[in-house]
């Protein structure tokens, strides 16, 4: 058997959660992170000053002042910068909020600023507030309460999940429907979990109990467009750390992730990456060449920096309020 060399090392990267917390927050200057995802933490990103480019998945975004972005649990991504930038990174842990981890394992968050609609606009200052709080009172008291942690985790995860629900992001108006969305889970989960070995639509309408013509209509309107799309992006999303961390073949990487052939993979890659898988894996072997810096910033200048953005936030919210 042929030895698989390693070609990055792609770290699970574990928050500081201290003292047990729900919530670790780090306020630094972002010049080059390392590549690495969050086992089951959900990642807040919010650029309070300059800008900072983030390469997650298959998305690139440049963050600028006031602007946020959300990084799901297992996305493998990397952050950098050639700007001075003041950035909060915030990490939630999902399995100490109140939502169960069985539900939230198979639940997409997609908070941008770049993308938001008129109705998340609302939703999305309430969470960079509840960042910008959390902040505030850590950079000035050391450490927040674990009573505090839980309720600002809680409240978040609430508004991500009643607005920024990646399947209700795209192609879904603003009305929360419970059955849709638990239909949706259902779907996810399973796909989720069988998508290695071939999954007809058939088998997946015997599943979670519909139609087989009314369960390609229902994921013809989700973001992916298509049942096949659906598999397509689940197989790829799994080639990723496949594609960095190993120097096995597209075409040994593609059945290792279900596909019957490796043009399926290179199609589906090309569609939601927007590049080849090739193409993909190099430019991580080019970014990991630049060693990495986060300059940590301390609770006495981080205090400094962040009160006048609170006491903004502070006096609006009195003026609403007054109103």
């Known amino acids: ?26 306020i630094c200057k972002i010049r080059h992170t390392s590549v690495h995802y969050h086992a089951d933490a959900v990642e807040l990103v919010y650029c309070l000053d300059g800008q900072v480019d983030i ?54 968050f997609a908070c941008e600023d770049s993308t938001c609609k008129p109705y998340q606009q609302a939703p999305l200052q309430q969470i960079k507030n509840l960042i910008l709080s959390i902040a505030y009172l850590h950079s000035k008291k050391g450490a927040l309460s674990e009573k ?35 239909r949706f889970q259902a779907i996810s989960s399973y796909c989720q979990t069988n998508f290695r070995r071939k999954v007809t639509i058939s088998e997946l309408a015997k599943t979670v109990h519909i139609n087989e013509n009314y369960l390609s ?12 799309n659906m598999i397509g992006y689940m197989r790829c999303f799994a080639a990723q750390s496949l594609l960095l961390t190993t120097d096995l073949s597209v075409i040994d990487i593609s059945n290792r992730c279900g596909f019957s052939d490796d043009k399926y993979f290179y199609k589906h890659f090309k569609l939601a990456w927007g590049q080849t898988p090739s193409q993909y894996r190099k430019w991580f072997q080019n970014y990991i060449k630049v060693k990495d810096e986060i300059i940590a910033i301390s609770k006495e200048e981080a205090h400094r920096i962040i009160e006048p953005y609170a006491a903004e936030y502070f006096s609006k919210l009195m003026l609403e309020v007054g109103a």
């Not at 698989?4 to 003292?19: A, C, F, M, S, T």
């Not at 995860?157 to 638990?182: A, Q, T």
Request: glycine share 2%.
């Open 148 to 182: 505090e942690c839980a309720a600002a985790a809680n409240k978040i995860i609430s508004i991500l999940l009643n607005y920024f629900d990646w399947f209700n992001y795209i192609n879904i108006y603003p009305n929360s429907n419970d059955e849709i969305r638990e």
């Open 55 to 108: 390469h997650c998945n298959h998305e690139f975004i440049t963050l600028k002042k006031g602007q946020m972005f959300t990084i799901d649990f297992e996305d493998v991504h990397c952050l950098y910068s050639s700007c001075d930038n003041l950035i909060v990174m915030l990490h939630i842990n999902l399995k100490k909020v109140y939502i169960p981890w069985s539900y939230l394992q198979f639940v997409y």
């Open 1 to 26: 058997m042929r030895k698989i060399n390693k070609i990055l090392d792609l770290k699970q990267q574990l928050p500081d959660y201290r003292n047990g917390s729900v919530v670790s927050i780090d």
């Open 217 to 228: 209509q229902f994921i013809k309107k989700s973001p992916y467009g298509s049942f096949s």
